[in-house]
């Protein structure tokens, strides 16, 4: 699925917070890239027909960029993130327990 998607494209915009089991929060950075969506799609059914099982555990996809782990009651950092040029995510690591792998898209062709 990886090496027939072309890169994904596209700026980091805003960031948020949402809180795990455990209390902490996580403060997090929103990626904005072309395609990502549907790349998460293509994989998950591509998993799942080859008899893969893609826990639900997080009902909605909110793709983000982990800045910190906030302990119970501490607070976001006073940190505004500057406006980012565009990028292009031309490798994803997969990550399988102790074991990565890092996996190249296909070319970007944006014309």
Same mark, same amino acid.
Do not use: C
């Given at each position: 699925?990886?090496? +027939?998607? #072309?890169?994904?494209?596209?700026?980091?915009?805003?960031?948020?917070?949402?809180?795990?089991?455990?209390?902490?929060? +996580?403060?997090?950075?929103? #990626?904005?890239?072309?395609?990502? $969506?549907?790349?998460?799609?293509?994989?998950?059914?591509?998993?799942?027909? !080859?008899?893969?099982?893609? #826990? @639900?555990?997080?009902?909605?996809?909110?793709?983000?960029?982990?800045?910190?782990?906030? @302990? #119970?009651?501490? $607070? +976001? =950092?006073?940190? $505004?993130? =500057?406006?980012?040029?565009?990028?292009?995510?031309? @490798?994803?690591?997969? !990550?399988?327990?102790?074991?990565?792998?890092?996996?190249?898209?296909?070319?970007?062709?944006? @014309?």
């Amino acid at each position: 699925v990886v090496s +027939v998607t #072309p890169a994904l494209y596209g700026v980091i915009d805003g960031t948020g917070t949402f809180e795990q089991e455990d209390g902490t929060r +996580v403060w997090w950075a929103e #990626p904005k890239l072309v395609g990502l $969506e549907e790349f998460r799609d293509r994989l998950k059914a591509a998993l799942e027909d !080859a008899g893969i099982p893609v #826990p @639900e555990r997080f009902p909605t996809f909110q793709p983000h960029i982990t800045l910190a782990y906030l @302990e #119970p009651g501490q $607070e +976001v =950092p006073a940190v $505004e993130l =500057p406006e980012t040029e565009p990028m292009i995510v031309r @490798e994803i690591t997969v !990550a399988l327990g102790a074991a990565r792998h890092t996996l190249t898209f296909a070319e970007l062709n944006r @014309e």
